[in-house]
Structures are given as structure tokens and as C-alpha cells.
């Protein structure tokens, strides 16, 4: 996909609550060979965004820069910004780059949610390769608003950083005693509202755990507040970029207890038609 850079000045906004933006400076109609608003990523200062760019008229397109990005990018009214874009053509590949010995699970979709529990004792057996890529895979297959994707996954198995990030939490000894532990994050540019963020990582942090599950394997899912001692740790420890929040974590390995199912359908908290 060609990118395309320029230099351009960061309008300020004529009114309170007008946008701020900076006018691309070719017919991005044209060029991108689309119509209306037009799906595209790339940097602004070195930092990454994607968005839509609007069209004005006559060819004319703009690239808005919400306060977040204003600030991530560090520019302000009336600066030279360097912009780069590209047309932001989401992929419709079932994977990109997974291994091709992806693990199958015998468990049929119904079974492994009603006998999902949390697994929070491991035995010492190591997790392989291609069974982190699956359950990493089963991540990438979740739902997200407006199919961004904002996730990333870091995957630690490395005995000292797992003690550390359990060493450094209030209550996840549980990642001590893990063979592995996923770190799930979200891109905050790429998913600007927060509360999408949330849920898109929240989907794959779910899909996850259920293919642990479904695997054989056991995990538990440590939830991590936002602005926390251990978030800010984690940010340290895992080198996040300032745009990239950790959301949650799942620890992972093979188990050494068994929890037992039990019915939790409850009657009184489902309505139908009408609360
Ligand atoms: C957002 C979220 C955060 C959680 N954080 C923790 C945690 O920090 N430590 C923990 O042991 N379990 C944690 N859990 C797991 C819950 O305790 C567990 O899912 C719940 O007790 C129900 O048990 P089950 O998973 O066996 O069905 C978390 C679950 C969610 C959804």
C-alpha cells in the first residue's frame, strides 16, 4: 500500500468545540481510488493513528486530530506537523502469520463455556509453542467494535518476569506459579473510545481462556485498574508505548486443581420482553 507524506499546519478550531484538523494536500478521492469518508492509518509526528479522512467538497479531505492524539503527537495549533497515510484496507484472512499447526480441541463450543472455571494452581509442565499460538490466535478472533482490533498480546514465560509482575501486584501470586502469562493491551489510537477498548480486549481475553480450556490446559484472568501501581509497573517492566494500556492478564498452564461446575442459570435475572 503506497504512503503518502506531506507537511501540513495544524488548523485552530474557529469556534470552541470545532474540529481541528489539517487539510490533506492531493485529492485523497482520487488517489485512494474512494468514495466519501476514507479509511486510513499512519503517523502524525511519528505517532500512530487511524481514522477517517472527511471530505469537504470538491476533493478536498481533512484529517481530524482529537485532543488524544493532539497530545500523544505532542503538537499544538499552528505547528508544521509530518503526516503519513495510507489506505487502511482491513483484511478479510481468517489469520495472518499464525502457525499453520494450530491446536484442534475435541470440546464442542457449549461444553468448554459451561465447564469453564478459573484455574489458579499449575503443575510445573511448560506450555509448547504451538498451543501459545492458539490460544494467542483465539484472541485475534474476537469481536471488536468497528472491527479495529486494538489488541496486542505479550506473551512472558520467563520464570524472573513472571515472579516479578506477581512479586509487583497486590493479588496475582498466581502468575508466580504460571508457565505462562498473557498480557493483553489495547492501542488507545486505534480505539479511541475507552469503553470499546475495554470490551473489544475483554472479548479476546475471553475467547482465550476458553480455548485454554478447551485445550486441557487452565488459566485465570487477573484484572488490571487502570492508573495502578501494578499498570504502571507492567508499563515499565514490558516497555509499552505511551499510546498501548495493559487491560488485563491471564495466567496459564497446565492444572493442578479441578473446580467443579455448577448451575448458575438464574431465573431471576432474565427478562424477556420487559424488565
Ligand atoms: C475483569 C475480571 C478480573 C478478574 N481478576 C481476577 C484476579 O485479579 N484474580 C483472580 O484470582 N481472579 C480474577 N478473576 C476471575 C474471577 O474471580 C472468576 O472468574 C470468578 O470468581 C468466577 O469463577 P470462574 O471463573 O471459575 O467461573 C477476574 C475475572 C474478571 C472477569
Not at 111 to 132: L, N, V
Not at 154 to 168: G, M, P
Not at 263 to 270: A, E, L, Y
Request: glycine share 8%.
Amino acid at each position: 500500500m503506497k504512503v503518502h507524506s506531506f507537511q501540513a499546519i495544524l488548523n485552530k478550531p474557529e469556534k470552541v468545540g470545532a474540529l481541528s484538523f489539517v487539510t490533506i494536500p492531493f485529492n485523497a478521492s482520487q488517489e485512494f481510488q474512494k468514495k466519501g469518508r476514507i479509511k486510513v492509518k499512519g503517523k502524525v509526528n511519528n505517532c500512530v493513528f487511524r481514522t477517517n479522512l472527511i471530505p469537504k467538497g470538491n476533493g478536498v479531505y481533512i484529517l481530524v486530530l482529537d485532543k488524544e492524539l493532539r497530545n500523544l503527537a505532542g503538537v499544538n495549533y499552528g505547528d508544521m506537523l509530518f503526516v503519513e497515510i495510507e489506505l487502511d484496507e482491513v483484511s478479510n484472512l481468517v489469520s495472518i502469520g499464525a502457525s499453520k499447526n494450530l491446536k484442534v480441541s475435541s470440546m464442542d463450543v457449549i461444553t468448554a463455556i459451561t465447564t469453564r472455571r478459573s484455574i489458579r494452581e499449575f503443575t510445573d509442565q511448560d506450555i509448547d509453542d504451538d498451543t501459545i499460538q492458539t490460544i494467542v490466535n483465539a484472541g485475534f478472533c474476537a469481536p471488536s467494535a468497528k472491527n479495529k482490533r486494538p489488541w496486542h498480546f505479550i506473551v512472558i514465560r520467563d520464570k524472573k518476569t513472571l515472579f516479578d509482575l506477581s512479586n509487583n501486584s497486590l493479588d496475582h501470586q498466581v502468575i508466580q506459579g504460571s508457565a505462562c502469562c498473557v498480557i493483553i493491551c489495547g492501542d488507545k489510537v486505534i480505539q479511541g473510545m475507552n469503553e470499546f477498548l475495554i470490551e473489544d480486549c475483554s472479548a479476546s481475553i475471553q475467547n482465550m481462556l476458553l480455548t485454554i480450556h478447551g485445550l486441557g490446559l487452565g488459566g485465570v484472568w487477573c484484572g488490571i485498574c487502570s492508573g495502578s501501581k501494578e499498570s504502571k509497573h507492567i508499563n515499565e517492566v514490558i516497555e509499552l508505548p505511551v499510546k498501548i494500556i495493559p487491560i488485563g492478564m491471564i495466567a496459564i498452564g497446565y492444572p493442578a486443581e479441578q473446580n467443579e461446575n455448577y448451575d448458575r442459570f438464574d431465573k431471576s435475572k432474565v427478562h424477556y420482553e420487559k424488565w
